[in-house]
Nanobody, 124 residues
Framework: QVQLVESGGGLVQPGGSLRLVCTGS????????MAWFRQGPGKEREFVAV???????HYANSVKGRFSISRDGAKSTLYLEMNNLKIEDTAVYYC??????????????????WGQGTQVTVSW
């Protein structure tokens, strides 16, 4: 059974940092893309960052320069280093795995596997 499990969320003040972890199991993710999406209160799920099976990485404009995505050597664990967090980064963060084409990486409908999500709250 394929599973993605996120951890690392929490409460942080604006300007702070958090590191999210997504652990995959049940199959090899070596040739799969793995991505982070988020869903804020009353908002649709939106793309944050992706690490493709090819090794390339892409980011949403809203997080460029602040967030960094990475994977371990076996490519089954995904990380999201979040720095200089803003109140508008508050959301449930989800890990996803799949093989969407490049033009569709920011479409949540194109991703096959999802984790349960981890809450990130940025607040004073």
């Amino acid at each position: 059974q394929v599973q993605l499990v996120e951890s690392g969320g929490g409460l942080v003040q604006p300007g702070g940092s958090l590191r999210l972890v997504c652990t995959g199991s049940g199959r090899s993710f070596r040739n799969y893309g793995m991505a982070w999406f988020r869903q804020g209160p009353g908002k649709e799920r939106e793309f944050v960052a992706v690490s493709r099976g090819t090794g390339t990485k892409h980011y949403a404009n809203s997080v460029k320069g602040r967030f960094s995505i990475s994977r371990d050597g076996a490519k089954s664990t995904l990380y999201l280093e979040m720095n200089n967090l803003k109140i508008e980064d508050t959301a449930v963060y989800y890990c996803a795995a799949g093989q969407p084409i490049l033009s569709a990486i920011d479409d949540p409908r194109m991703w096959r596997q999802w984790g349960q999500g981890t809450q990130v709250t940025v607040s004073w």
